[in-house]
């Protein structure tokens, strides 16, 4: 332990020392002063420091150094009672020696003897209570008496305590009375204020390294989302592959499409109040276009047709022949050059499951393509009949494609995968179980229908060399109410006339009223709508072979097909 330095009552040596036995030492409590202790023989050798700066006269009495030998199992000393500065202890209060005076004459503790010089006292460096070393108080010069020096003069008790002792045990008196003791101190507050500098600095050391964690996460964040998003600290740069050629292998949907789309035009219809849009392509460079009836139809007579190219380009067109019985038509546009036409194919090449490619403008967006397989062959379906007679009705032996095909795409063609045209598209199954043309407003559902080439082929070259197609007919009139199985001739003809046309191919093979004709070239036939269309199939002059029961008999019949105008 130590006493305050520098300033104060402790400075002046009037104040008070830590006094404090072996556990109150370690524990850093103030404790009661302890009884004076005896006082104990002085070393042979020992003589008392002499105080500087004084005169002549008996020397006055130095306290030797007390003996702070730790006990056993304590650390650190116990300092030997503090008395006040040049008090000498009365004599009443003087306590008896405990040893019998020296037969060597050595003076009392605290008087130099004229022989040796008084031995260096060293005080063991105390630790404070709160384990913070504390430097030994600084020792005083002492002065050396030998043999005729002349003794230290001793301080007068009046003079002023202004300069502290030259140490803690000069001025010590062991036969002194023990002065009074004040109440100790707490620990060194030098130690409290390092344990205070040592938290504020772990404290800073703490927040520091928040601070910094926590700038380097939200830096490393921003870097890391950086990275993450342009893959880099630089300009955004995406992997991303060259340029490539254009050209597509010419059997792909890409080359199809390529070759075609110049070929294929879009048609705005009006008139009468009505108005559409469809599709249609080219025939050959005089600038015929081939597209369905029912297209054309707002237009009638004095309606307008504009149809625009794939390039952008527009040009009035006029209608050159319809036939509502195929549901085709061909329009003719003026003043154009360099009109490709689109290669035919053959439909009676095509396969179920060969791919095809379907173009048009569904739902006035011109040149989509779509792609798709042959879903069926020769698959009978009328289209038509708003008119209610029966007049606008047609009769089809289409080509089912799964290709989509929407209102708008009608008379556009179907390619092969060879881009050759086999078929037009007609008519599409709607969701709610109608076939129409444009198929109702509820979109593709995968059953699209298209006219075979091989028959529109031969009615637009009849329509643009005479303005009319012409219709293979058998020369008898069917019951299109009858729920058996095939195709029965009525009892009755439709206008009054006979049921089998008398001179007809009908009756020149000996067909007869009441007769159910079951196959068409051995193939069923299981209505008369799917009669008429398995005949319209065919041109005039083709020859057919039927099967029909008669009275519960089956029998074959062969005709070649007669012809009649328009439908």
């Known amino acids: 332990m130590d006493t305050a330095s520098g300033s104060g009552p402790d400075a002046a040596g009037t104040g008070v020392e830590y006094i404090a036995d072996g556990a109150a030492q370690a524990a850093g409590q103030p404790t009661a ?34 003996a702070e030998v730790p006990a056993p199992g304590v650390t650190g000393t116990v300092p030997a009672p503090a008395v006040a500065h040049g008090t000498p202890p009365p004599a009443a209060e003087q306590p008896k020696p405990l040893h019998d005076p020296d037969p060597y004459s050595t003076p009392p503790y605290g008087e130099p003897g004229p022989w040796a010089p008084a031995p260096p006292v060293q005080h063991p460096a105390a630790t404070p209570a709160h384990g913070v070393p504390m430097g030994a108080p600084p020792a005083a010069p002492e002065a050396v008496a030998g043999p005729g020096a002349p003794p230290a003069v001793p301080e007068p008790a009046s003079a002023p305590q202004d300069t502290p002792a030259a140490g803690p045990w000069a001025r010590y008196d062991p036969w002194a009375a023990p002065a009074a003791v004040a109440p100790l101190q707490q620990a060194d507050p030098v130690g409290e204020d390092v344990k205070r500098r040592r938290g504020r600095r772990r404290r800073g050391l703490v927040g520091g390294a928040l601070v910094i964690a926590l700038v380097s996460g939200v830096g490393g964040g921003v870097v890391g989302v950086q990275l993450e998003r342009n893959g880099g600290i630089g300009a955004v740069e995406l992997p991303q592959a060259g340029v490539e050629a254009p050209d597509r292998d010419p059997d792909s949907v890409a080359g199809i499409a390529a070759q075609a789309l110049p070929s294929v035009v879009t048609l705005h ?28 139809e707002p237009a009638g007579k004095n309606g307008d047709i504009t149809v625009t190219f794939h390039s952008g380009d527009t040009a009035e067109a006029t209608v050159v022949g319809r ?82 095909i929407n209102p708008g795409n009608s008379g556009g063609p179907l390619l092969d995968g060879k881009g050759r045209v086999v078929g037009i598209n007609s008519a599409i199954r709607s969701a709610d179980g109608g076939l129409d043309p444009e198929g109702g407003q509820s979109g593709s559902i995968g059953l699209g229908f298209a006219i075979p080439i091989n028959q529109g082929k031969r009615v637009a070259e009849e329509l643009i060399e005479h303005g009319k197609a012409t219709h293979p007919v058998i020369g008898i009139t069917l019951d299109m109410e009858y729920g058996g199985d095939g ?22 093979a000996g067909i007869r009223p009441g007769d159910v004709i079951t196959k068409v070239d051995g193939r069923p036939v299981h209505s008369g709508e799917e009669l008429i269309v398995k005949t319209r199939a065919h041109r005039p002059g083709d020859r057919l072979e039927l099967t029909l029961e008669r009275n519960g008999e089956e029998r074959t019949v062969s005709l070649v097909l007669g012809s009649s105008d328009g439908d």
């Open 487 to 508: 195709a029965r001739v009525a009892a009755e003809g439709s206008d009054g006339g006979p049921p089998v046309s008398t001179g007809g191919p009908g009756a020149r």
């Open 269 to 296: 219809v009006s008139g009468g109040g009505k108005a559409g849009t469809g599709t249609g392509f080219v025939l050959d460079d005089r600038g015929h276009i081939l597209t369905n009836d029912h297209v054309v």
């Open 323 to 404: 036939d509502s019985g195929y549901d085709l038509a061909v329009v003719r546009v003026k003043g154009v050059r360099g009109l490709t036409p689109l290669p035919l194919g053959n439909s009676d090449n095509v396969q179920v499951g060969d791919p095809v490619v379907a173009i048009g403008a569904p739902f006035d967006l011109a040149g989509t393509v779509t792609s798709g397989i042959i879903s069926a062959r020769e698959r009978p379906i009328t289209a038509g009949g708003e008119n209610g007679d029966g007049s606008d009705v047609s009769y089809v032996d289409a080509l089912q494609t799964d290709a989509p």
């Open 33 to 66: 002063s302890a009884p004076h202790a005896a006082p104990t023989k002085a070393p042979a050798s020992g003589a008392g420091a002499a105080v500087p700066g004084q005169g002549g006269g008996p020397a006055p009495t130095v306290p030797a150094p007390a």
